[in-house]
Each structure stands twice: as structure tokens, then as C-alpha cells.
């Protein structure tokens, strides 16, 4: 009885051990309701949780096996956000969505450790996009480099094809993640013969009076931002006093929310941003969202947000975790998941244009598809445009890719310098 | 004039700009640590908490909205009515003496005679608990503050200085509007605390608590009066700041901005605070535009400012225009 008894436990201890598949499909939510960044990350998690409660509620979760999203506040800050990653993840947590690139750098040794995705959406580290590096890290659809690359194209295409003489300046961000486009940038501007001209605003940037005197001084062609959080408003703002031509003047998707626009009001008109999803309510998603959400009164905040630049984006993560589960259940025969079933999901994630129409999301975001070397997508960026008395953005070009010729280089050297320090062997 | 000579005048007026609201936030730290020696850590958040309240109001919002359609279930956000800035500006006075009067009945009345770190660490909660309160009241996102005040760069300005200089220099006019009101604000503190009893009272409190106690002056009303003033000079700051930015929860960092002129200026020197204010202003603004962007990279202007504050406490531990207090034992 006594050695049954030990069979039994021990038995047990290797079934627990081996990571069974979970019940439920646990997807936690790191977000960031409180402080000084909460205006921005209301939105994205509520967006977050809406969709997969319609899957819930209107399907009956992914593939037959309910959600459970556990939602985690980090203030945005990168302590209170590796708190909840060790707080959740023995739930039987999926993935995660860390929604910074504090918490992104903070994540990656300890998820590729412990066999937990992390998928850092248009944030965190760019060079994550070489899967043969960093096996449990995924940044598709675009990254930091793509965004800086598009804008160039961007600018390019409204130029007449040549930025040579051209001005350029880039006001960032003076932190890790401001940074990150300069040396992308810096490439292109030597590939395109423009000058390039760098403005580091420091944290949290409600005081950009010397920089903007100095665009002003300098008359660059075209601004490119990479701001966050109160930077983005008072930068609009001053761009808006010194008269600078607000088209053009444009913004990473971290500076191009309705929250970065409206202070400024109508002056704010014709700026532009970059974005790697599409912008309004018009799809038929929302209204399945409306019909089993809303109105059921499950939505996770006011229902106030819905469309917005950020909700569409939260929504967007939340779409493109569920599909890779369902890619993982597809691969795996099974409905229940372990994390590293769902990384073998996200690792052989493709979308379609057909398979987005069919969510009821046509033309939300670009195609794309992921392997083992190519944990980041194609790279494909859209520029959207700012209309205040509309008070709401609308996409001015379709999903354009990145220079790929000055990416790959970049990002395999960065990636190979990862392997080095930290004893990884590169493989697929 | 040479060219860069014109870049440097424009940049030193913007920096005189900058310093009087940097000052405007310095004044509210001020008036508290003189009159009852607390150093007001929640000063940058009564600014916010101002804005927060006087935005909400201007927008007929509905205060603690959120939390009342959770409790009962309802869906109320607002009134449907706008309130006409000067009125909201008024109603918000009258919160921000209500805060005034509960911070001194609910928290430092029971701390008297503590320790100064002790009263400083009430001010820590204090700010947390106004963030949270404002929060919950008013909600997250980010408002406009529109009470009217001009902004863009001042045309006549431009003009004048193009013809003189041939540059014309941008001047913000919320700049010059918030100059105008901070020097009336700073003459209307002078006046109230040299020809108002209150004002008298106000001075022996800071002067002698205990002798001012014993000649008949009532603490507590003069530190409701203090926290009000200081209320008052945040809803000024919270109206300036908010206007450039949008009101949201990073107004509260303006704070930062204002510990450098406190440490320049002196804690206790309403003129002080205006004087540091003005010089760490044109002071940051001239150390980026001369070496700063040029040799530096940029955004030297957060670190210099208290390089600047350090090399005076260095030479003048109390300020430019603080008291020296010298214990004898």
C-alpha cells in the first residue's frame, strides 16, 4: 500500500513535471492601468481582453477550449511587470505580451528559460526577429528598424524618389527605445544622401522648448518622432507652434494614438504616423464585439475606447495570439495547450488576407508569416494621417516593406552579438 | 548681428520663459516649507490633481463616475452641461481648500512636533493618495485644458525682432501670458503677506510657531490658509502646464522641474523661487544650445539644471535668498 502510495505521488510528480496541457488556454495580460502612461495602456488592454472574451462568449473560446485571461498591473514599470510575469506563469500562462520594452529586455532570459513565448509587437528588442537566436522571442508583424525604414520610404515616395540634400531630423525619445532607429537611420541616410540631424528629449519630455527652437532654426525637410507618453502632446504641440508643416511631421506607432493629437486640436491636422494595423471601427468584427461584449456587459472598460488608434492594437495582439493557438492545436492535435506547443504555433503563424477577412478584420493588418529564422514577419509598415475635424486617423498608403537590404545586415550583427555574451549556438 | 548672437538672445528669452514656470510650481513647495517646514512632496501632484479637477469640471464630468456605474450599476460619465472656465477655476478653489482643510484635520494635526522626515514621508503618501484619488475621480485619459489662453508663437514679437535682427525670434504667448501671471501672482503673495493680518500671521507663523501660537495666532488655520495658497498656486501651475501638454497623470512630474530652482533659490523665498527659477531656466536652455546639442549629444538640460543647483548649494548651503540658520548650542 505504502509503496503504491509512492508509485502514485512520484507518478504524479513526473505528469506535473512534463507540463501538462492546461484546461483552459491561459493568456495573461501585463497591463498598465495606473500612473503616468495609464491613458495609453487602458486602451490597448481593453482591446486585449474584448476580443478574447468574444472568442469566449461567440465561440466558445479557441478551438472548443475556453480563455482565461489573467490580467496583471505593471504601472508600466519594468519591476512591477517581471513581478507579474512570476506572479502568472504558473498558471500555465501561453504567452506573453509584456507591452514594454523595459519589461521585453527584462523577460527574455527568464521566458527563453523557463520555455515561455514572449511576443513583443512593434517594441522590445528588433534583433528578436532572428528566431535562430532567439528561439522563444517574437516580434512580427514590424519592428522598431522596419518603422524607421518605412518612414524613409515613405519619404522617399513623396519626394519624387530622391532625399538627397534633404534634412531629416529625429526627435527621440532619450532611452533605450528612442535610440533604437537611430543607427537604422543612420544607414539610410548614407544609402540616400540625407542629413541626419538627432534630438534626444529627456524623460518624460514635458519640456521640448530647445529642441523645437532648434528645428526651428534648422528647417529640416521632414521630422521623424519616436516618443512616448507626454513627449508625443507637447511635441505635436510645439511642432504646432513654431508652425512647422504638420504633414510633414511623423511619428512611430508609439507616437500616433488620438491621445497624442487631440491636445493639440486642430493644429494637430495632417500629422502622420506609422502603424503595422489598420485604424476606425469600420470592420465586422466590432460589431460582433458590440453584440457580445458590449451590450452583454462584459467589456473590459467602458466600451468607450472601441476603434481607437491603441484598442485596435490591443485587439490586434489578442487576434494574433489566438490565431497562433489555433495554428498550435492544428500542429499538436490537440486543444488544450503547453507554451511550447503555442511557440511551435506562433513559430508556423501565417496570415492571410483571406484568413483576416474571415475574422470579420479585411485588410486589418498585413500578411505575413513566420519561421524559425524569421521570428519578426515581412516588415510590412502603412502610414496613416491625422484629420481633426474628422477627429480620427485614416491610412494614406497600403502596407509597404521595409528595406530589407539594410535590415538583414543589422539585425543578423546584433543577433550574432546576443549569441556571443550569452552562450548561445544560432540553429533552426 | 551675427547670427548665432541672435540664436542666443532667442534662446535666453525662451529660457526666461521656461524659468517662470519652472517657478510657478517652485512657489507652492515654498509657501508650505515657510510657514510649517514640511517639505511638500505632493506639491507636483496638487498641480495635477488642480488640473484634473478644473478640466473635469469645465467638461460637466460626472466625479468617481467609474466607480459609481460599477457599484450601482449605472452609466452615468456626465452632466451634459459645460461650465464656463472662470466659474470652473472658482469651484476648483473651493476643492482645492477643501483638500486643504482635510490634509491639515486628517494628517498633520496628529503629527505635530514630529520629526521633519516624518512629515515629509506624509507628504510621499499624501501625493500617492491625490494620484489615486485623481484617478479614480476624474479617470485616466488625457484632457484638454482650455481655459482660453493663447499659444503659438506671438506675431509682433517675430516681426519687430526680424526687422531689428533680421531673425525673428518665437516667443510663445502662453509663455508670456504665464509671466504676466506668475509676476501677479508673486506681487499678490508680497502684498497679502505684508498688509492682511492673515498674511502677518502667516509671517510669525513662519518666523516662531511656538511665539506665534502664544500671542493668539491659530495654527491650524493658518497652515489651511498656507495649503490653500499652495492649492491655489498649483491650479496656476496645473492651468500652465496642462495647457501645453494635455492633463494627464506626467503633470505631476513638473515637480522635477522644480527642485533645482528650490535648491538655487532657497526654500523659503517667494522672490528666491522666482530669481532660481529665472536663472536655472536661462541657464539649462543657453548650456544646450552652446555645448550642450553641439558637443554633448542633446538633452543635457534635466542633469544640468541640478549641476547648476549643486555649484551654488556648494558656495550658499541655504540659497541664493534662504535663511542661514545657524544653531548655537
Given at each position: 500500500?505504502?509503496?503504491?502510495?509512492?508509485?502514485?505521488?512520484?507518478?504524479?510528480?513526473?505528469?506535473?513535471?512534463?507540463?501538462p496541457?492546461?484546461?483552459?488556454?491561459?493568456?495573461?495580460?501585463?497591463?498598465?492601468?495606473?500612473?503616468?502612461?495609464?491613458?495609453?495602456?487602458?486602451?490597448?488592454?481593453?482591446?486585449?481582453?474584448?476580443?478574447?472574451?468574444?472568442?469566449?462568449?461567440?465561440?466558445?473560446?479557441?478551438?472548443?477550449?475556453?480563455?482565461?485571461?489573467?490580467?496583471?498591473?505593471?504601472?508600466?514599470?519594468?519591476?512591477?511587470?517581471?513581478?507579474?510575469?512570476?506572479?502568472?506563469?504558473?498558471?500555465?500562462?501561453?504567452?506573453?505580451?509584456?507591452?514594454?520594452?523595459?519589461?521585453?529586455?527584462?523577460?527574455?532570459?527568464?521566458?527563453?528559460?523557463?520555455?515561455?513565448?514572449?511576443?513583443?509587437?512593434?517594441?522590445?528588442?528588433?534583433?528578436?526577429?532572428?528566431?535562430?537566436?532567439?528561439?522563444?522571442?517574437?516580434?512580427?508583424?514590424?519592428?522598431?528598424?522596419?518603422?524607421a525604414?518605412?518612414?524613409?520610404?515613405?519619404?522617399?515616395?513623396?519626394?519624387?524618389?530622391?532625399?538627397?540634400?534633404?534634412?531629416?531630423?529625429?526627435?527621440?525619445?532619450?532611452?533605450?527605445?528612442?535610440?533604437?532607429?537611430?543607427?537604422?537611420?543612420?544607414?539610410?541616410?548614407?544609402?540616400?544622401?540625407?542629413?541626419?540631424?538627432?534630438?534626444?528629449?529627456?524623460?518624460?519630455?514635458?519640456?521640448?522648448k530647445?529642441?523645437?527652437?532648434?528645428?526651428?532654426?534648422?528647417?529640416?525637410?521632414?521630422?521623424?518622432?519616436?516618443?512616448w507618453?507626454?513627449?508625443?502632446?507637447?511635441?505635436?504641440?510645439?511642432?504646432?507652434?513654431?508652425?512647422?508643416?504638420?504633414?510633414?511631421?511623423?511619428?512611430?506607432?508609439?507616437?500616433?494614438?488620438?491621445?497624442?493629437?487631440?491636445?493639440?486640436g486642430?493644429?494637430?491636422?495632417?500629422?502622420?504616423?506609422?502603424?503595422?494595423?489598420?485604424?476606425?471601427?469600420?470592420?465586422?468584427?466590432?460589431?460582433?464585439?458590440?453584440?457580445?461584449?458590449?451590450?452583454?456587459?462584459k467589456?473590459?472598460?467602458?466600451?468607450?475606447?472601441?476603434?481607437?488608434?491603441?484598442?485596435?492594437?490591443?485587439?490586434?495582439?489578442?487576434?494574433?495570439?489566438?490565431?497562433?493557438?489555433?495554428?498550435?492545436?492544428?500542429?499538436?492535435?490537440?486543444?488544450?495547450?503547453?507554451?511550447?506547443?503555442?511557440?511551435?504555433?506562433?513559430?508556423?503563424?501565417?496570415?492571410?488576407?483571406?484568413?483576416?477577412?474571415?475574422?470579420?478584420?479585411?485588410?486589418?493588418?498585413?500578411?505575413?508569416?513566420?519561421?524559425?529564422?524569421?521570428?519578426?514577419?515581412?516588415?510590412?509598415?502603412?502610414?496613416?494621417?491625422?484629420?481633426?475635424?474628422?477627429?480620427?486617423?485614416?491610412l494614406?498608403?497600403?502596407?509597404?516593406?521595409?528595406?530589407?537590404?539594410?535590415?538583414?545586415?543589422?539585425?543578423?550583427?546584433?543577433?550574432?552579438?546576443?549569441?556571443?555574451?550569452?552562450?548561445?549556438?544560432?540553429?533552426c | 548681428?551675427?547670427?548665432?548672437?541672435?540664436?542666443?538672445?532667442?534662446?535666453?528669452?525662451?529660457?526666461l520663459?521656461?524659468?517662470?514656470?519652472?517657478?510657478?510650481?517652485?512657489?507652492?513647495?515654498?509657501?508650505i516649507?515657510?510657514?510649517?517646514?514640511?517639505?511638500?512632496?505632493a506639491?507636483?501632484?496638487?498641480?495635477?490633481?488642480?488640473?484634473?479637477?478644473?478640466?473635469?469640471?469645465?467638461?460637466?464630468?460626472?466625479?468617481?463616475?467609474?466607480?459609481?456605474?460599477?457599484?450601482?450599476?449605472?452609466?452615468?460619465?456626465h452632466?451634459?452641461?459645460?461650465?464656463?472656465?472662470?466659474?470652473?477655476?472658482?469651484?476648483?478653489?473651493?476643492?482645492?481648500?477643501?483638500?486643504?482643510?482635510?490634509?491639515?484635520?486628517l494628517?498633520?494635526?496628529?503629527?505635530?512636533?514630529?520629526?521633519?522626515?516624518?512629515?515629509?514621508?506624509?507628504?510621499?503618501?499624501?501625493?500617492?493618495?491625490?494620484?489615486?484619488?485623481?484617478?479614480?475621480?476624474?479617470?485616466?485619459?488625457?484632457?484638454?485644458?482650455?481655459?482660453?489662453?493663447?499659444?503659438?508663437?506671438?506675431?509682433?514679437?517675430?516681426?519687430?525682432?526680424?526687422?531689428?535682427?533680421?531673425?525673428?525670434?518665437?516667443?510663445?504667448?502662453?509663455?508670456?501670458?504665464?509671466?504676466?501671471?506668475?509676476?501677479?501672482?508673486?506681487?499678490?503673495?508680497?502684498?497679502?503677506?505684508q498688509?492682511?493680518?492673515?498674511?502677518?500671521?502667516?509671517?510669525?507663523?513662519?518666523?516662531?510657531?511656538?511665539?506665534?501660537?502664544?500671542?493668539?495666532?491659530?495654527?491650524?488655520f493658518?497652515?489651511?490658509?498656507?495649503?490653500s495658497?499652495?492649492?491655489?498656486?498649483?491650479?496656476?501651475?496645473?492651468?500652465?502646464?496642462?495647457?501645453?501638454s494635455?492633463?494627464?497623470?506626467?503633470?505631476?512630474?513638473?515637480?522635477?522641474?522644480?527642485?533645482?530652482?528650490?535648491?538655487?533659490?532657497?526654500?523659503?523665498?517667494?522672490?528666491?523661487?522666482?530669481?532660481?527659477?529665472?536663472?536655472?531656466?536661462?541657464?539649462?536652455?543657453?548650456?544646450?544650445?552652446?555645448?550642450?546639442?553641439?558637443?554633448?549629444?542633446?538633452?543635457?538640460?534635466?542633469?544640468?539644471?541640478?549641476?547648476?543647483?549643486l555649484?551654488?548649494?556648494?558656495?550658499?548651503?541655504?540659497?541664493?535668498?534662504?535663511?542661514?540658520?545657524?544653531?548655537?548650542?
Amino acid at each position: 500500500m505504502n509503496m503504491k502510495l509512492k508509485l502514485t505521488t512520484v507518478a504524479l510528480g513526473v505528469t506535473l513535471a512534463a507540463g501538462p496541457a492546461m484546461a483552459e488556454l491561459v493568456f495573461p495580460s501585463l497591463s498598465y492601468r495606473t500612473g503616468p502612461y495609464a491613458a495609453n495602456g487602458i486602451p490597448f488592454a481593453d482591446g486585449y481582453a474584448d476580443y478574447f472574451t468574444l472568442l469566449n462568449e461567440r465561440d466558445g473560446g479557441i478551438g472548443g477550449e475556453p480563455i482565461r485571461m489573467i490580467e496583471c498591473e505593471t504601472g508600466y514599470n519594468t519591476e512591477k511587470g517581471v513581478e507579474c510575469y512570476e506572479s502568472t506563469k504558473g498558471e500555465g500562462a501561453l504567452v506573453y505580451q509584456p507591452l514594454s520594452t523595459g519589461i521585453t529586455y527584462q523577460l527574455i532570459p527568464k521566458a527563453t528559460a523557463d520555455g515561455i513565448p514572449v511576443h513583443s509587437m512593434g517594441y522590445g528588442r528588433t534583433s528578436a526577429k532572428d528566431g535562430s537566436v532567439f528561439k522563444n522571442i517574437f516580434n512580427y508583424p514590424a519592428n522598431y528598424w522596419d518603422g524607421a525604414s518605412v518612414a524613409v520610404k515613405h519619404l522617399l515616395d513623396v519626394n519624387g524618389g530622391s532625399l538627397e540634400g534633404k534634412k531629416i531630423a529625429l526627435v527621440y525619445h532619450n532611452s533605450a527605445y528612442g535610440k533604437e532607429p537611430i543607427r537604422t537611420l543612420e544607414e539610410l541616410s548614407k544609402k540616400h544622401g540625407f542629413e541626419l540631424s538627432l534630438l534626444p528629449v529627456d524623460h518624460p519630455g514635458q519640456e521640448q522648448k530647445s529642441q523645437w527652437l532648434q528645428i526651428r532654426r534648422e528647417k529640416p525637410d521632414n521630422v521623424i518622432m519616436y516618443g512616448w507618453g507626454v513627449m508625443n502632446q507637447v511635441a505635436i504641440q510645439e511642432a504646432a507652434n513654431i508652425r512647422y508643416p504638420m504633414d510633414q511631421f511623423m511619428g512611430i506607432w508609439w507616437s500616433g494614438s488620438e491621445n497624442d493629437v487631440r491636445p493639440a486640436g486642430e493644429k494637430a491636422n495632417g500629422y502622420k504616423a506609422l502603424t503595422f494595423h489598420n485604424v476606425g471601427d469600420d470592420f465586422p468584427v466590432f460589431a460582433d464585439i458590440q453584440k457580445f461584449v458590449v451590450d452583454a456587459g462584459k467589456a473590459a472598460g467602458a466600451g468607450d475606447q472601441i476603434g481607437t488608434a491603441l484598442y485596435n492594437r490591443g485587439l490586434y495582439a489578442a487576434m494574433l495570439a489566438a490565431e497562433a493557438a489555433k495554428t498550435a492545436q492544428g500542429i499538436h492535435n490537440t486543444k488544450a495547450l503547453t507554451p511550447a506547443q503555442m511557440r511551435d504555433g506562433m513559430e508556423a503563424l501565417e496570415i492571410t488576407e483571406a484568413k483576416m477577412a474571415g475574422l470579420g478584420l479585411p485588410n486589418f493588418g498585413p500578411e505575413f508569416t513566420v519561421s524559425c529564422e524569421n521570428h519578426g514577419g515581412n516588415g510590412l509598415v502603412a502610414v496613416s494621417q491625422w484629420d481633426a475635424a474628422a477627429d480620427s486617423w485614416s491610412l494614406i498608403t497600403g502596407y509597404e516593406q521595409s528595406d530589407q537590404d539594410v535590415l538583414t545586415p543589422l539585425i543578423a550583427e546584433d543577433a550574432a552579438a546576443f549569441a556571443a555574451e550569452s552562450g548561445i549556438t544560432p540553429g533552426c | 548681428m551675427p547670427e548665432q548672437l541672435a540664436f542666443a538672445l532667442e534662446v535666453t528669452a525662451n529660457g526666461l520663459m521656461a524659468g517662470v514656470l519652472y517657478a510657478l510650481v517652485a512657489l507652492g513647495f515654498v509657501l508650505i516649507y515657510k510657514a510649517s517646514g514640511i517639505f511638500n512632496y505632493a506639491q507636483g501632484v496638487m498641480a495635477l490633481f488642480a488640473a484634473l479637477t478644473l478640466a473635469g469640471i469645465m467638461d460637466g464630468q460626472v466625479p468617481f463616475s467609474h466607480l459609481i456605474n460599477a457599484v450601482f450599476g449605472t452609466d452615468v460619465h456626465h452632466f451634459g452641461w459645460n461650465v464656463p472656465a472662470f466659474l470652473a477655476i472658482l469651484l476648483t478653489m473651493v476643492v482645492m481648500i477643501a483638500l486643504a482643510y482635510a490634509v491639515q484635520r486628517l494628517v498633520f494635526r496628529h503629527l505635530v512636533g514630529q520629526e521633519p522626515i516624518i512629515l515629509f514621508m506624509a507628504t510621499i503618501g499624501l501625493a500617492y493618495f491625490l494620484e489615486g484619488v485623481g484617478d479614480l475621480m476624474w479617470g485616466s485619459d488625457i484632457k484638454s485644458m482650455d481655459v482660453g489662453l493663447p499659444q503659438g508663437i506671438n506675431m509682433w514679437i517675430d516681426e519687430t525682432t526680424f526687422e531689428a535682427l533680421g531673425y525673428g525670434f518665437f516667443i510663445d504667448n502662453l509663455d508670456i501670458v504665464a509671466s504676466i501671471i506668475a509676476a501677479l501672482l508673486v506681487i499678490g503673495l508680497v502684498m497679502f503677506a505684508q498688509y492682511t493680518k492673515q498674511g502677518r500671521a502667516m509671517r510669525a507663523v513662519a518666523d516662531d510657531h511656538q511665539a506665534a501660537l502664544s500671542v493668539g495666532v491659530s495654527l491650524n488655520f493658518i497652515w489651511i490658509l498656507v495649503w490653500s495658497l499652495a492649492g491655489f498656486v498649483a491650479l496656476v501651475a496645473g492651468i500652465m502646464w496642462g495647457t501645453k501638454s494635455g492633463v494627464q497623470f506626467s503633470l505631476s512630474l513638473i515637480a522635477l522641474k522644480a527642485l533645482p530652482v528650490l535648491m538655487l533659490g532657497g526654500f523659503t523665498s517667494i522672490p528666491g523661487a522666482i530669481v532660481g527659477g529665472l536663472i536655472i531656466g536661462v541657464g539649462e536652455k543657453l548650456f544646450e544650445f552652446l555645448i550642450g546639442a553641439p558637443f554633448l549629444g542633446g538633452a543635457t538640460e534635466n542633469w544640468f539644471a541640478y549641476m547648476l543647483a549643486l555649484i551654488f548649494l556648494v558656495f550658499r548651503p541655504q540659497g541664493l535668498f534662504g535663511e542661514k540658520i545657524i544653531e548655537r548650542v
